[in-house]
Nanobody, 118 residues
Framework: QVQLVESGGGLVQPGGSLRPSCAAS????????MGWYRQAPGNQRELVAI???????NYADFVQGRFTISRDNAKNTVYLQMNSLKTEDTAVYLC????????????WGQGTQVTVSS
């Protein structure tokens, strides 16, 4: 059974930093593409950042150099370093795993709340 467990969200003031993490189990992590998405109330889920199994990264335009996605294959964990946070970054941040073999399987975590407020 695949599990993605996020942690590390919280409340932070504008300009602050957070580093959510996502621990994966039940999946060949090193061969999986990992990503972070976010969903704010009333909004659609949107991509924040992805990192391929080979380490290639891509970011949404709104990240603008503020966030960094990374992975530790030894710990089966993906991180999202978020700096210079803005109030509009407030959302539930969800971890995503994509395992591509003969078929493509996608998995989601439950999410971690990030609230940016003064």
């Amino acid at each position: 059974q695949v599990q993605l467990v996020e942690s590390g969200g919280g409340l932070v003031q504008p300009g602050g930093s957070l580093r959510p993490s996502c621990a994966a189990s039940g999946i060949l992590f090193s061969a999986s593409d990992m990503g972070w998405y976010r969903q704010a109330p009333g909004n659609q889920r949107e991509l924040v950042a992805i990192i391929s199994s080979g380490g290639t990264t891509n970011y949404a335009d709104f990240v603008q150099g503020r966030f960094t996605i990374s992975r530790d294959n030894a710990k089966n964990t993906v991180y999202l370093q978020m700096n210079s946070l803005k109030t509009e970054d407030t959302a539930v941040y969800l971890c995503n795993a994509v395992r591509r073999t003969v078929v493509i399987r996608t998995y989601w975590g439950q999410g971690t709340q990030v609230t940016v407020s003064s």
